[in-house]
T-cell receptor
Framework: AQSVTQLDSHVSVSEGTPVLLRCNYS??????LFWYVQHPNKGLQLLLK??????LVKGINGFEAEFKKSETSFHLTKPSAHMSDAAEYFC??????????????FGSGTQLTVLP | DAGVIQSPRHEVTEMGQEVTLRCKPI?????LFWYRQTMMRGLELLIY????????DSGMPEDRFSAKMPNASFSTLKIQPSEPRDSAVYFC???????????FGPGTRLTVL
């Protein structure tokens, strides 16, 4: 069984300050982990993914995430927030060895607000 | 590539009517997934196909929902009859292989009055 917990439902930062969106997971197998972003009235866009290569994963738009097995965490960070980063962010876990198609389990989402 | 294409983008219908949502996956992708997003339940997998064959439909809420994939480039999700509680955003996603990243379409926002 797999699950994912996004620790904050809302995060508010000022433009130009760092962003931290927290995610913890549980998985029976070797997990793959993803962050997706959803802008208002838009579909989900893949930001980055971890699939057992380097533990520090770089994604699009300056975002990165670090896989920490000991802490079962996959937090998303960005050094400097931009107004266009305001959106909802989803942490997603998948069991890669479950023998079936990648069954994604989505977190409940974190709404990021960027203040001018 | 145009990405995953869904139509319509918005659908408003009355309770009891039939609703058909459409999806065109990315060319060459052999897995197709249908998801539903609501405020109460978040994102849920409804059903997925491999090479046009339904593999797991355990997420389909009830018999009013049905999905088909007549060929590799087209899938439909049908609700008959529709109910107000079916109001949600329905996403289609596709991937190349079982373990690959899923790419999502823009979604169809369904409102059932």
């Amino acid at each position: 069984a797999q699950s994912v917990t996004q620790l904050d439902s809302h995060v508010s930062v000022s433009e130009g300050t760092p962003v931290l969106l927290r995610c913890n997971y549980s998985s029976s197998y070797s997990p793959s982990l993803f962050w997706y972003v959803q802008h208002p009235n838009k579909g989900l866009q893949l930001l980055l993914k971890y699939t057992s290569a380097a533990t520090l994963v770089k994604g699009i738009n300056g975002f990165e995430a670090e896989f920490k097995k000991s802490e079962t965490s996959f937090h998303l960070t960005k050094p400097s927030a931009h107004m266009s980063d305001a959106a909802e962010y989803f942490c997603v876990v998948s069991d890669r060895d479950s023998g079936s198609a990648r069954q994604l389990t989505f977190g409940s989402g974190t709404q990021l607000t960027v203040l001018p | 590539d145009a990405g995953v294409i869904q139509s319509p983008r918005h659908e408003v219908t009355e309770m009891g009517q039939e609703v058909t949502l459409r999806c065109k996956p990315i060319s060459g992708h052999d897995y197709l997934f249908w998801y539903r997003q609501t405020m109460m339940r978040g994102l849920e997998l409804l059903i997925y196909f491999n090479n046009n064959v339904p593999i797991d439909d355990s997420g389909m809420p009830e018999d009013r929902f049905s999905a088909k994939m007549p060929n590799a480039s087209f899938s439909t999700l049908k609700i008959q009859p529709s109910e107000p509680r079916d109001s949600a955003v329905y996403f289609c996603a596709s991937s190349l292989g079982a373990a690959d990243t899923q790419y999502f379409g823009p979604g169809t926002r369904l409102t059932v009055l």
